[in-house]
């Protein structure tokens, strides 16, 4: 004679579109509920806790085993084919037969070395010119006009200032079109 609800009927939670995972989620945790009010842990256990502690090791096992499930689902989605800047075994699967989405990825992987330069740039500008004026004696990082970068120290920094070979320039993103906002004005030498 079954001791619950649980051992009644047998229930299997798939997230779909109908019960996506937050939903299976919340019916597996009510789930676990009702068999905890019923003192069993019928879930996890067809056999009746003998004890208090029997009882706490079969909730704990449930407990636990749900709170892995986001991270099963999470380890197929990680492990699924790529697609990065328009290269990568997951971009026809993405794509399908949209020719709009294909035009893109081709766009994309076109412009790939460019959008990493910039990216490697704002990272640089982000990350350096606070490390370099923190040592003693400070120095700055000045952009020349190839796109790499020197440093100077302040006496050497205020000379080229006061011969208007320095100017202050607005970092800018997206292949030039707007303004980072994230970074600090860059110093540039004009040569």
Do not use: W
């Not at 004890?51 to 499930?69: E, I, W, Y």
């Not at 991270?71 to 794509?95: F, H, M, P, W």
């Amino acid at each position: 004679r079954p001791s619950s609800i649980i051992e009644q009927q047998h229930i299997t939670l798939t997230p779909n579109k109908n019960y996506p995972m937050k939903k299976c989620i919340s019916i597996s945790f009510f789930l676990l509920t009702v068999a905890v009010q019923r003192s069993h842990v019928c879930a996890f256990s067809t056999s009746t806790p003998s004890s208090r502690q029997d009882f706490m090791k079969q909730l704990a096992t449930g407990v636990a085993s749900m709170a892995l499930l986001p991270q099963i689902t999470n380890a197929a989605v990680l492990r699924s084919d790529k697609c990065a800047y328009g290269e990568g075994g997951g971009c026809d699967s993405l794509a399908g037969d949209n020719e709009f989405i294909k035009e893109l990825q081709r766009r994309s992987s076109e412009k790939k070395e460019a959008t990493q330069k910039e990216f490697l740039n704002a990272y640089q500008q982000k990350n350096y010119p606070d490390f370099f004026a923190s040592l003693s004696p400070p120095k700055f990082m000045v952009r020349k006009s190839d796109g790499t970068f020197d440093l100077y120290e302040a006496e050497e920094l205020a000379q080229l200032k006061k011969a208007g070979k320095i100017i202050l320039e607005r970092p800018t993103a997206m292949g030039g079109k707007v303004m980072d906002l994230t970074q600090k004005p860059i110093l540039v030498l004009v040569e």
